[in-house]
């Protein structure tokens, strides 16, 4: 049987005819059967009409349905700067810039100068250093800024044409970069176990997708604040499981995840009691004994040394227009790898890949990427590559046709937040490649585009299963992909939109692959936001003030 999806205006004609005078359930039920079928269909048992795994209560808290292991929808609000609901910060200015007078000279070595000499300032108690700012005017560059000391800002005299343009010209090269360059800790990726290092299993059967806590085999070697990393060892077990292991293309044999290899999430240490261990933050995936061999694992991971308390900000980055193909591409826009940093009040215009971000506890606010150009190829370029952990990208926006709005890359665990984005064009958003986990889309609207969380089989190199434990809250798109992986779930709710059921892809005579579950189609829920009233719930309302909301 389907259950076809009713939009809140029909579903409201229903009632307000003659026949809303019957008050069986029944009838109710009928109606909903019979209203008009404006998009897909969806199996009944994948449907609701009211949020079930995620409302309020009586109370006016949030309370979580569970699946019989204990997996639920995670709390999101630890993602952003300092682990969210923490104001960014207005750093003084040390250095002021001005345009050359020579309008059309590479003022790449005047900007950097100027970061440079920033850099060799002390910190102060804070982590800062000071900002670098750019008058109103256009700087011609044509190598990249870097920032790789900590507490540096480099900001902008404004967004507009009239503010700080950054106009990219002369050689490849990406517009920006905030990186200090030291090989780091994969941390929230795919990895390998490094060298001398002492692993502490896990003793729990099975921890599950939401938790926040867990049993190690002895505690003794940890103390509260050490940063850790939780290690998924990928097994034949489990990539047989998933129903991974039977990728072909072009009569080759496809490899999703390389078994040996480890999922890795960040975390640090809240609490210890005996030999149980409290995290900072939920864990985004469920670990499974049965498949990971009993091989879960924690290990120590305090030498980590990201740059921190970077930003870019209020300033516009523009490209000469690029219709090739992303792999002919010259000029990209911003790449971010650190801790407790951000990029806020930013406009991308025609640039490639614009914004790719590594680390954690990262925001980008009110960051714009235009894109009027056309794409070329079937290979698509993604605007934002959302790689880091605990990230926040609040208001920002995407327009573009033949893209990717957002792609997550392999082995990202998130929490990883879209908060009242928009996307216009025809791209899509989604869980890219090789387990993604923990995406959270509120209230973000692609009206003629789409969000998928799906299994890519063996598109790419054998993408395979691209996201899970991921859920879009009350947004809008044209279409939605929502697959369900195997032992894991994934959700849209309160969401306006048709679903699309699909075939693994390179095996397009089917069967559809199972859908993940749909609550409220096309009528919003409360709360509005669930990112929000997570984070009110967790730190109050002067975290959401904080913010900006």
Known sequence: MKFVIVSNNDFMKHIDSPISKVKTGLTLFLLLLNSFAQADSIPMEKVTLKNEWVHLGADGKLVYKKTPKGDRIMDFSYAGYKGGGIALPNIPVKITVKPLADASADCTALIQAAIDKVSAMPLNKDGFRGTVLLEPGTYPCSNTIKIMADGIVLRGSGKSEKGSIISMNGVKHTAIVLSNGINQRIGNRLGNAGDNEKAIKITDNYIAAGSISFTVANASGFTIGDNVEIRKPVTEKWVKFMQMDDLIRDGKPQTWIKTGSLLITERRIAAIKGNKITLDVPLVDSYDAAYTNDETTMVLANDVKRLKQAGVENLRIVSPPQAVSHTKALYYGVRLNGEDCWLRDLDLIETMESVGTGGRRITLQRVAVVRKALHQGPSKPAEFAPNAGQLLLDQCSVEGDNIWFAALGAGQTGPIVFLNCNFIGNGRIEGHQRWS????????????????????????????WGTAWSVAWNCEANSYVNQIPPGTYNWVIGSKGKSTPIPRPFNSAGPNLPEGIFESPNTPVNPSSLYLTQLEERLGKQALKAIGY
């Open 437 to 464: 986990t923990g995406m959270l889309l509120d209230n973000c609207k692609a009206p003629n585009g789409g969000i998928d969380f799906k299994n890519r089989g063996s598109m790419g190199s054998g993408h395979g």
